[in-house]
Nanobody, 110 residues
Framework: QLVESGGGSVQAGGSLRLSCVASGLTFDTVDKGWYRQTPKNECIRVSSIGTDGDTWYDDSVKGRFTISQDNAKNTVYLQMNNVKPEDTAVYYC???????RGQGTQVTVS
């Protein structure tokens, strides 16, 4: 089970940190990603982190978002800085290998 948190409403230029806690799964054994579903219903991979710690970012968030993980807490984070209105979406934590995801957390940037 994956549980995301940390979403909310923020003004453009602000910051948020999303968290995703896993249970029933050892997070450091799988690749993880953050995806977002936009108001236009587009589902886009925002960032991912591999078991080796390698990270990937969509061009739209490079330099603004940072993905990280805390294996001791079985948690992956997405630090979102300098957010923009186009970052408004529901953000999901996803296990890349099987697509398992949480319930999502809403981020609204005005």
């Amino acid at each position: 089970q994956l549980v995301e948190s940390g979403g909310g409403s923020v003004q453009a230029g602000g910051s948020l940190r999303l968290s995703c806690v896993a249970s029933g799964l050892t997070f450091d054994t799988v690749d993880k990603g953050w995806y977002r579903q936009t108001p236009k219903n587009e589902c886009i991979r925002v960032s991912s982190i591999g078991t080796d710690g390698d990270t990937w970012y969509d061009d739209s968030v490079k330099g603004r978002f940072t993905i990280s993980q805390d294996n001791a807490k079985n948690t992956v984070y997405l630090q979102m800085n300098n957010v923009k209105p186009e970052d408004t979406a529901v953000y999901y934590c996803v296990v890349v290998v099987n697509g398992a995801r949480g319930q999502g957390t809403q981020v609204t940037v005005s």
